[in-house]
């Protein structure tokens, strides 16, 4: 079969690779028929997360299920399904207090109550990197699903791929969170960023105020107090994660404290969100940072929030806001591309060239 591989920081490649293969009686192989970019995956892309081994990358892919193993009852061949990015068990501590990012089961290898170093991780991930359990990912002809009961979820006919390929992951995670503040009920969603096409298209599909980052975050925290009567916002979302825009005092910064990235969008969001907010951190961040705003955090009493997105416990009630048509997921695309161009797509998304904002994939072309 056809899938993008990665082969070290700034090499994916259309490869060809053998087929995937049955491992268990509940894994079913799946026929993708549509595959997207994650941001996430760009960590992988630019080394921040390294991979020494070739492997097949992706962790938003849906398709139709083509061979199911003896144990499966959930699906059957020929369904349509969505995958949750994570790969959980459905039956361990974790995925049972619907955490399933956190499956004891999934990742024996690099599996630890620690966490956070490069040692122990939680659950698996499709498509990202031997930490976090070393399974091919859905950029590809064909996919492995293990836990073929607990992932996959049956898509109606009336629904395109389009439509519901972005309840596997978050999609461009701003533009999405954007989207579930307005459906939880918000009174006034603010995006951020410090690029105008992207804040252009956040304004366009979610109907949010935007704020352009240019002069630096204590004018950004200013203008989101004056927008929220001086207090902050009630919820801040660092959707950016580790790898922000930074300037050379933010890589001496980094150097200096030998910490990879940078948290100063965290910081950002510790210093605009209202005293007894919260604060939800959506972006990655692989490693500890010495300069975390503990003091600020103690003296506001700000809630903190973090970790994989508990997919499998939010599918269905996204999928049925998607069927009622209450939100809207595939106004986001921007880019409709074959597999066979997986280079160029990853560089677009990479360096935000093309008014690139999202990258779908089709994997027969």
Known sequence: MKAAVIHGPGSIKYDTVDDPKLNAKDDIILKVTSTAICGSDLHIYSGGFPQPRPMVLGHEFMGIVEEVGSEVTHVKRGDRVVVPFPIACGNCFF?????????????PEH????????TEKGGALFGYTDLYGGYDGGQAQYVRVPYANYGPRVVPDNLTDEQVLFLTGSGPVGLMAAKSAWLR?????????TLQYRLDKAKATTGCTTILWEDGPKDVVEHIR??????GADVCIDAVGFEPDRNLGDRIKATINF???SIKVLEACMSAVRRSGIVAVLGVYPVNYDNFPLGQFFDKGIILKGGQAPAHKHI????????QGKVQLDDIITHRLPLSEISHAYDIFKK???GCVKVVLDPWK
């Open 95 to 107: 995925c049972n207090h619907d955490v399933p990012g956190n499956c004891e089961h999934s990742n």
């Open 111 to 118: 599996y630890g109550p620690e966490g956070g170093i490069a």
């Open 185 to 193: 009920g918000a009174a006034q969603v603010i995006v951020v960023d």
């Open 226 to 231: 004056s927008l929220t009567n001086g207090r």
């Open 259 to 261: 910490e990879k990235g």
């Open 316 to 323: 269905d009630k996204l999928l049925e806001y998607v069927v």
């Open 352 to 354: 935000r060239e093309d």
